[in-house]
């Protein structure tokens, strides 16, 4: 074979391995050349056969053939790889400035109810409280009668009370009027010391602006040998500033009438304001916000306890009340319409939990 047949196969393998656009073309142009049965390896099986004068000069330029066709196609596979490299890094961007997906654990909302039950009872449980709980649908005893209201007392009636139909033993249950039935179900179910807040669903028939035929209160119990109306008035004080998270609130304790209670009062709260704005702990209006006083003998005595022994002190509070004070709300009603629009603007983030140390309202 000639040196110019040499050459000519040099310069279409060469040419070949440039126009390979792909690796895998590349790969087709390899196999053509230099495989087992490729056109520079039947050269290459020639030598075998050549006369050793032949074979020296032919087998430097053979040689130098498929050497120079090896480095040209690793070469070229090199360049291929980098250009396939260069191509997926612009394809394949991923913009990190992009918001987040939503995942759905994410999407829910936290009710606004839900969010200050969480609150309160993240402050009161740093006070030393335990969470203690009833059923909704309560006994008239309970709800009334171990409460110190009296058979065919007035307070009775001003509760709107719903009443279930008489079972067959003739017991006429209701749906609790109030958490205050909690009270005597702890004070029944445990011995004092007693430090308990019972959050829960209350019902009356009744609904305007302000008030659903369902609604949430908080009630507190504190039960020991010397617990008095100072310590009521820092523990509503300290929940207040905490709950409002503001440094410092104005409470105003007004004489008042609760059968459970005695001496009674309710407790308002200074605020400010100024349009659709409220501000705490300033200004010249006072907002109620909840009942107290101290157990009555009667209530300690109805339920076990003697009240030469013991004392106490409780409270009840509207949650939904101080819901909507918090976070603006004029109407209580779209809470429970269940309106996701609604819920999305006043709901929270499912994993924000309130705490103390991290802030409350996020
Ligand atoms: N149960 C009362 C109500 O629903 C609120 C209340 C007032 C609860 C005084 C108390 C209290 O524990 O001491 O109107």
Partial sequence: MSDTLYENLARQTLAAINAASSESELEAVRVAALGKKGTVSALLAT???????ERRSAGAA?????????????????????????ARLTSETIDISLPARDAPFNAGRVHPITQVMDELTEIFADMGF????????????????????????????????????????GER??????????????MLGQKPPIRVICPGRTYRCDSDQ???????????????????MGHLKWILEEFCKAFFEVPSVNMRFRPSFFPFTEPSM?????????????????????????????????????????PDEVQGFAWGMGIDRIAMLKYGMAD??????????????YGFRPLDFPTLAGGLSG
């Fill in 47 to 53: 030598l075998g056969k050549m006369s050793p004068d």
């Fill in 62 to 86: 053979i040689n130098g053939l498929k050497d120079d066709v090896s480095n040209a196609f690793e070469s070229r596979r090199f360049a291929l790889k980098q250009a396939a490299l260069a």
């Fill in 130 to 169: 335990t969470v203690a709980e009833g059923p909704d649908i309560e006994s008239d005893d309970y709800n009334f009668t171990k409460l110190n209201f009296p058979p065919g007392h007035p307070a009775r009636e001003m509760h709107d009370t719903f009443f279930l139909q008489p079972d067959a033993a």
């Fill in 173 to 186: 249950k209701l749906l609790r009027t109030h958490t205050s039935p909690v009270q005597v179900r702890t």
């Fill in 210 to 228: 302000t008030h659903t035929p369902m609604f949430h209160q908080v009630e507190g119990l504190v039960i020991d040998k010397s617990a008095n």
């Fill in 266 to 306: 309710e407790v308002d709260i200074q605020c400010r304001r100024d349009g659709h704005d409220i501000r705490f702990g300033e200004g010249s209006d006072w907002l109620e916000i909840l009942g107290c006083g101290m157990v009555h003998a009667n209530v300690l005595r109805n339920c076990g306890l003697d």
């Fill in 332 to 345: 209580l009603r779209p809470f429970f319409e269940a309106d996701v629009r609604w819920l999305n603007h």
